[in-house]
T-cell receptor
Framework: KQEVTQIPAALSVPEGENLVLNCSFT??????LQWFRQDPGKGLTSLLL?????REQTSGRLNASLDKSSGRSTLYIAASQPGDSATYLC?????????????FGSGTQLTVLP | SQTIHQWPATLVQPVGSPLSLECTVE??????LYWYRQAAGRGLQLLFY??????ISSEVPQNLSASRPQDRQFILSSKKLLLSDSGFYLC???????????????FGDGTRLSIL
């Protein structure tokens, strides 16, 4: 059974710092890996999707990398801002899932201090 | 463009009462549909998914059920709610067909369910 782990569970940084969030998964037979953002009491917003054949994806100040063989992904946030404060979730899609079900990690709660 | 609607946003129900949460998707056809639950301080747990009308798969045995009476409508139900059913319920959709691997799942705004 696929298990997804995110470290750290919570992170607090001063504004302007660069930071890295970590995600690991136990089954490397994935189709893609997705990073989401969740604001308190809200749904999830997709940030980046990396297909299994890709190594990284970039969107603005965000960069996500994928090392499928080692079962790891990182989300790099450059020049953090207070508006980046949220919970960040990673999720993997198993290759075998008929409906491309996602398995989620428990998230990293990020606080960026002004 | 595609949109997903979920309601109600908040619901307070007594133990033993029935439940019906509804989710609809607009701007696409034949999507995969999903129900997730997020308990306090925990990650998202997939409850049900559907690849088509009346085609429902359950991931976790419990007193909840799901139905898909129309292509873009997904309903989560219970006949008798338990205290443990409290949580944040999220509906999501994803496309099928060529290129689906490039497309993320899209989530609704969620329903906060409190059981008293």
């Amino acid at each position: 059974k696929q298990e997804v782990t995110q470290i750290p569970a919570a992170l607090s940084v001063p504004e302007g710092e660069n930071l890295v969030l970590n995600c690991s998964f136990t089954d490397s037979a994935i189709y893609n890996l997705q990073w989401f953002r969740q604001d308190p009491g809200k749904g999830l917003t997709s940030l980046l999707l990396i297909q299994s054949s890709q190594r990284e994806q970039t969107s603005g100040r965000l960069n996500a990398s994928l090392d499928k063989s080692s079962g790891r992904s990182t989300l790099y946030i450059a020049a953090s801002q207070p508006g980046d404060s949220a919970t960040y979730l990673c999720a993997v899609t198993l290759s075998s899932g008929s409906a491309r079900q996602l398995t989620f990690g428990s998230g990293t709660q990020l606080t960026v201090l002004p | 463009s595609q949109t997903i609607h979920q309601w109600p946003a908040t619901l307070v129900q007594p133990v033993g009462s029935p439940l019906s949460l509804e989710c609809t998707v607009e701007g696409t056809s034949n999507p995969n549909l999903y129900w997730y639950r997020q308990a306090a301080g925990r990650g998202l747990q997939l409850l049900f998914y559907s690849i088509g009308i009346d085609q429902i798969s359950s991931e976790v045995p419990q007193n909840l059920s799901a139905s898909r009476p129309q292509d873009r409508q997904f309903i989560l139900s219970s006949k008798k709610l338990l205290l443990s059913d409290s949580g944040f319920y999220l509906c999501a959709w994803s496309p099928k067909g060529q290129g689906w691997g490039n497309q993320p799942q899209h989530f609704g705004d969620g329903t906060r369910l409190s059981i008293l």
